[in-house]
């Protein structure tokens, strides 16, 4: 990717991360904003998911298999709420709502840079 990069106007852009969120144990878990987030990508992404219509595709075949594998390990697998189905031949990954996905998931440690969105409900004792 060093070639493409010669070509770039000089730039900084961090796109990596996530955004942590404390919810009081007194609130339940907000199904309203799972709905709000799934009207949102369909909003901007269209009604066919495995084919969005404003989003790129993932840059290169290592990292669409470095997002799948991470979709892939069952834990994780089975905190999707929404999305989840990938196109290997395009490299597009539908947009993916995780509703809590273990702590110790490769998904909750590592960068994501992929459209696979974390809904973590942290429970205060």
Not at 80 to 85: A, N, T
């Amino acid at each position: 990717m060093s070639a493409a990069v010669k070509h770039l106007i000089p730039v900084t852009l961090e796109l990596g991360g996530k955004c942590p969120v404390i919810v009081d144990s007194r609130l339940s878990p907000s199904q309203m904003q799972i709905e709000l987030m799934k009207k949102t990508i369909k909003r901007f992404h269209g009604d066919n998911p495995k084919e969005p219509k404003n989003m790129a595709r993932i840059v290169n075949k290592h990292h669409f298999e470095r997002l799948s594998g991470l979709l892939q390990d069952p834990v994780v697998a089975a905190s999707i709420v929404h999305g989840g189905s990938l196109n290997e031949e395009k490299m597009i990954i539908e947009p993916t709502i995780l509703l809590d996905p273990p702590l110790d998931a490769k998904i909750m440690i590592e960068e994501i840079f992929g459209p696979l969105l974390l809904d973590s409900i942290a429970r205060l004792v």
